[in-house]
């Protein structure tokens, strides 16, 4: 039987899925023309409201409104995290992850572009409490070998240590950014399989789940359609979980063009 702390965590996550946008938002969503109208929706219309006031519409652009959204997001899990049950950490750990390695590609590519030091100048300052890493360090980083000593007593250290350019190359950014996420999805199964209630295991791993089948969807679309990866190509750069037969993967992967994929996806 689950505790009273789990079901308060069961009680608030469903609170905050009521909130979610639904179906007809993300209609009005897509007929936007602009970044200025999404961010008037969203402020006017959706839970977002709370985390985009004070904020001038008509002046923002992608690059303040993605952060003060993904703030809200964060603010939500670390709500959640106050409940030691391993669910919720768990959760927390995963999220905070994702927001890690986000900061960490950003950096590299801005390394890649030789603009490091206008990593400085983008980077959300205001999302500092959700990480796991320092975002000030961060921003101070001028070479990949600053990015790993920043990194060295991280869980990416070791992850990104692999895709050390040569003198004079770039970062493989597309790859050591799916080795990141894949270590992260890997330690959330992990923590899921040493869960010792079995209802909270298999709610969780469910949910788990959910999220890397969507993000292996994501990707098949992304190479098919950016790289034009043969399918054994972009079957090798799926996350090893998920509820998605093989069958399915392969069928997806095989898939013609991105139209097909959407097809076979429904």
């Known amino acids: 039987m689950p505790s009273k702390s789990c079901n308060a965590v069961l009680a608030k996550s469903r609170a905050m899925y009521g909130r979610c946008l639904k179906e007809d938002d993300y209609r009005q969503l897509v007929e936007c023309k602009t970044v200025s109208e999404v961010a008037a929706y969203l402020k006017s219309r959706t839970c977002y409201g709370k985390a985009l006031t004070g904020m001038i519409e008509t002046e923002i652009h992608r690059g303040q409104l993605e952060p003060l959204l993904r703030q809200e ?104 950014e799916i080795a990141l996420h894949n270590k992260n999805y890997g330690t959330a199964i992990e923590a899921v399989e040493k869960m010792p209630n079995r209802t909270e295991q298999k709610e969780l791993r469910d949910l788990f789940y959910a999220v890397f089948d969507f ?34 993967i392969d069928s997806l992967c095989a898939a013609d063009d991105i139209g097909d994929v959407y097809e076979l996806a429904k």
């Open 73 to 176: 997001l964060y603010a939500d899990v670390l709500a959640l995290s106050r409940y030691t049950t391993d669910n919720a950490l768990a959760v927390t750990d995963f999220v905070t992850a994702r927001l890690d390695i986000e900061q960490i590609v950003h950096c590299m590519i801005m390394l890649n572009i030789g603009k490091a030091e206008d990593f400085a100048l983008s980077i959300p300052l205001m999302l500092d409490p959700f990480t796991s890493i320092s975002l000030k360090q961060l921003a101070a980083v001028r070479s990949y070998d600053d990015l790993l000593n920043v990194l060295q007593h991280t869980r990416y250290y070791t992850v990104l240590l692999k895709y050390r350019p040569a003198e004079g190359q770039p970062v493989d950014i597309a790859a050591a």
């Open 215 to 248: 993000e292996n969807l994501e990707r098949i679309l992304r190479l098919k359609k950016y790289h034009r990866f043969k399918a054994e190509t972009i079957r090798s750069l799926l996350i090893p979980y998920g509820r998605l037969s093989q069958k399915n």
